[in-house]
């Protein structure tokens, strides 16, 4: 079992900056793929970015492609997102979410993740 636990949501302006980070207690963290996620209420959740176990892909929506970077550290157990330029509809929930095994390459796909945490806020103010 892995639990996961998100920080470093805040309220920022826009054309600032935030960096996500993501702790990972239990399983073993360097086999997993780790994704982020994003939720604005009564919307659904959709995908941002995830890393695969090695670090070599890395995938992003295109809603955030050029302006966001995702890593991880494995002796910290812990993934990162940092996003850069933001705009006011980046504002949303973001969801840290882990994989044992992503099929078909479908890591935009919300059924591929087998853990998530419980979310931290983003708000981008004009």
């Known amino acids: 079992q892995v639990q996961l636990e998100e920080s470093g949501g805040r309220s920022v302006q826009a054309g600032g900056s935030v960096r996500l980070s993501c702790v990972a207690h239990?399983?073993?963290?360097?086999?997993?793929?780790l994704g982020w996620f994003r939720q604005i209420p009564g919307e659904e959740r959709e995908f941002v970015s995830a890393?695969?176990?090695?670090?070599?892909?890395?995938i992003y929506a295109d809603s955030v492609k050029d302006r966001s970077t995702i890593s991880r550290d494995n002796a910290k157990r812990t993934v990162f997102l940092q996003l850069d330029n933001l705009r006011p509809e980046d504002t949303a929930v973001y969801y840290c979410?882990?994989?044992?095994?992503?099929?078909?390459?479908?890591?935009?796909?919300?059924?591929?993740?087998?853990?998530w945490g419980r979310g931290t806020q983003v708000t981008v103010t004009s």
């Open positions: 979410a882990a994989a044992e095994f992503i099929q078909n390459g479908a890591w935009r796909t919300q059924g591929s993740y087998d853990y």
């Open positions: 239990g399983g073993t963290f360097m086999l997993l793929a």
């Open positions: 890393i695969s176990f090695t670090g070599e892909q890395r």
